[in-house]
DNA sequence: TCAAAAGTGTTTGTGGTACACCCATGG
DNA sequence: CCATGGGTGTACCACAAACACTTTTGA
């Protein structure tokens, strides 16, 4: 409180014009693949406006921490992880978007490997994973943000190796495939799949194999020092 | 810093019951074709902080304009035009970037045709247009932001038809390759360069030509009815 | 021995790249 | 007739797409 207000005390001493009149929030598309499909972790609004409607969590930016730094706390509040890929996604600031006043979110999404729990937080009633292919009624603007991460989500696919980050730290090339089957919405011809995700040279061999119903798979993860832009040529059509 | 934190979750949820504490500020990187090179419209800071550095046109974000508004707002007030190629380019909200108080700025970037007159404004002395390839030293993180800027646009080259939004509305084959060439940083084929940005079928013949030192030159404009993205493949490598 | 999933090569087509000369005009 | 920039085609290579069967394990 006390940062707070000076910080505030300080913006009227020296800036010349006019006191803050603008809210600014952060909100977090949450991503992962759940049962063969991509999922999005909402929350239940407690209270007005749009009280009882689902929205992606997030809230005021505060004053003290850097605009990823809020996406990371939120994130950490719902999820309890922080080594993901988080990436600021569009700013939206419609005139009308909260009846209350004036505020801009900058929203930002982020891809979480698979199996999460999630916990209800302050001011919400619920929180869980919904099909992004399968959207409830959604407070503010929030399905426009959802969809928007989508659509980015599968433009970056396919120039990049971001898939692996929707799975475990190690994983075998079926379960890689079904995710880009899931994240596009398109079947892929595995051989062309293997034979492309090797070429590209972002994963590597663990040794291991995982024991399931049919012959053992192997299993890979994703190579650290490799360079996560497919720079050739555009991983699928 | 507890009670800090309760009031900033208190908002969310409830109306808006305290002044926010964070400004927000709308900047644009004009960047506009001159001589062969590109540049960006820069403008010299009158008053401190960076009294006398050289930034990118912006301002505090009005309580009545939408962030776009914000960004044509400010363009017509350095430029006069509005019908330009304006995207949202990213946001930037460092704890330390602006040495009044906690800002955050929404960046735009707008292409504009070559040749364009430019105004100072109110808070500036001057207002030039500059090489992105040789910038001064800037106020702020706007050096950071034109980077950005740069990149975002030398990347967007590739794959849609925004080339465009930077020559008159008539052009011709020589003068867009040239622009290509100026942006990307490489020499182009030109008979590769004709092939493909004709296939691509965003040009449409005027019938008109222009006349020069060698022989006339077919003038070219951009086809209205285009689609921007070029989904086939990246035009250039 | 059967079910289930993993794993593997070849052919064909298309698009990318490299490359050099003639054309139309003005001075 | 010369200087200046405009305009054109082809051959080769690399990557993308289509396509079906064998292998390995557990039940």
């Known amino acids: ?15 010349p014009t006019r006191t803050p009149e603008i809210f600014v929030t952060v909100d977090v598309v949450i991503l992962a693949l759940r049962d063969d ?9 407690k209270l007005p406006p749009f009280e009882g409607k689902w929205a992606i969590p997030g809230g005021a930016l505060r004053v003290d921490e850097s605009l990823e730094e809020g996406a990371l706390r939120t994130l950490r509040e719902k999820t309890g992880v922080t080594n993901v890929h988080l990436e600021q996604l569009y700013t939206f ?16 999404y982020a891809l979480v490997p ?3 729990a ?4 302050q001011g919400t009633t619920d929180a869980q994973w919904q099909s992004v292919y399968a959207l409830p ?21 396919e120039y990049t190796a971001v ?3 929707l799975l475990p730290e190690t994983f075998t090339l079926s379960q890689l495939q079904r995710a880009y089957e899931t994240i596009l919405g398109v079947k892929l011809d ?18 291991e194999y995982r024991l399931g119903e049919g012959r053992p798979a192997r299993l890979y993860r994703y190579r650290a020092d490799a360079v996560a832009e497919i720079k050739a040529r555009r991983l699928f059509p």
Chains 1, 2 share one sequence.
Not at 118 to 121: E, F, R, S, Y
Not at 137 to 157: C, G, N, P, S, T
């Open 1 to 15: 409180m006390i940062l707070a207000d000076s910080a505030a005390n300080a913006w009227i001493e020296r800036a």
């Open 37 to 45: 499909d991509l999922q999005v972790l909402l929350v239940k609004r």
């Open 93 to 108: 600031g419609a005139l009308d978007r909260d009846p209350r006043g004036r505020t801009i979110t900058i929203a930002y």
């Open 114 to 116: 698979a199996p999460l």
């Open 118 to 121: 999630v916990q209800a937080g």
């Open 137 to 157: 009624e959604m407070a503010f603007d929030h399905e426009e943000i959802v969809k928007y991460a989508l659509k980015r989500l599968r433009y970056k696919l």
């Open 163 to 165: 898939g692996f980050r």
């Open 190 to 207: 595995k051989r062309n799949f293997r034979r492309r995700i090797l070429q590209a040279r972002v994963l590597e061999e663990t040794g």
